[in-house]
């Protein structure tokens, strides 16, 4: 089955700049999803087909996938921005998260 | 707004059934696809089943082997979940999440319910 990997932990200093990876089999002939889940708080969506941003996030949240690598990227990171990430894509008829990435705003 | 709202959580016993239900507003429910994710506690997020907006297509995680059945009311704008033989494994939080398209296959998931926790224990 289809595996999506993301290192389990992240740390950033406010106002640096935080990259998130997610790595799996030629990823970047997929769309990849990211979501945010602050604690104890239900998921968000981030960002959609590589690249995209829904209506009214933040432009410091990015996103770009090739290759076999998907990243979300972060500039300019808030302490409102510490919460888990998780990145998803659809193998053929299957949604696949990745195990998630606990960001630290240090 | 954009309202999903999930109900039906709760103690059951190994190898009961229970229905958990989507109550779904701000939105034209019959025109997107909707999906249950479940969160098992301080574990990562976990894909259950997909359905297309006219409930024709159903997409299932491959542990979900016929136990559990994603289905939907387009006159009741709600979203079910049916589930069977729960094991200990199936304690989670529920999410129902609405899809960015119609179809229930390829898309994001925009909007999330707040969740219900299902809890198989004796």
């Known amino acids: 089955s289809y595996e999506l990997t993301q290192p389990p932990s992240v740390s950033v200093s406010p106002g640096q700049t935080a990259s998130i990876t997610c790595f799996g089999d030629?990823?970047?002939?997929?769309?990849a999803f990211w979501y945010q889940q602050r604690p104890g708080q239900s998921p968000v969506l981030v960002i959609y087909q590589d690249n995209k941003r829904p209506s009214g996030l933040p432009e410091r949240f990015s996103g770009s996938n090739s290759g076999n690598t998907a990243t979300l990227t972060i500039s300019g990171t808030q302490a409102m921005d510490e919460a888990d990430y998780y990145c998803?894509?659809?193998?053929?008829?299957?949604?696949?998260f990745g195990g998630g990435t606990k960001l630290t705003v240090l | 707004e954009v309202q999903l709202l999930e109900s039906g959580g709760g103690l059951v016993q190994p190898g009961g059934s229970l229905r958990l239900s989507c109550a779904a507003s701000?939105?034209?429910?019959?025109?997107?696809?909707m999906t249950w994710v479940r969160q098992a506690p301080g574990k990562g997020l976990e894909w259950v089943s997909s359905?297309?907006?006219?409930?024709?297509?159903?997409y299932d995680a491959d542990f979900v082997k016929g136990r559990i059945t994603i289905s939907r009311d387009n006159s009741k704008n709600t979203l079910y979940l049916q589930m069977n033989s729960l094991r200990v494994e199936d304690t989670a939080v529920y999410y129902c999440?609405?899809?960015?398209?119609?179809?229930?296959?390829?898309?994001?998931?925009?909007?999330w319910g707040q969740g219900t926790l299902l809890t198989v224990s004796s």
């Open positions: 030629e990823l970047g002939d997929k769309y």
């Open positions: 701000g939105f034209t429910f019959s025109g997107y696809a």
């Open positions: 359905i297309s907006s006219s409930g024709e297509k159903t």
């Open positions: 999440a609405k899809d960015q398209h119609s179809s229930g296959r390829g898309s994001a998931f925009d909007y």
């Open positions: 998803q894509a659809w193998d053929s008829r299957n949604v696949v």
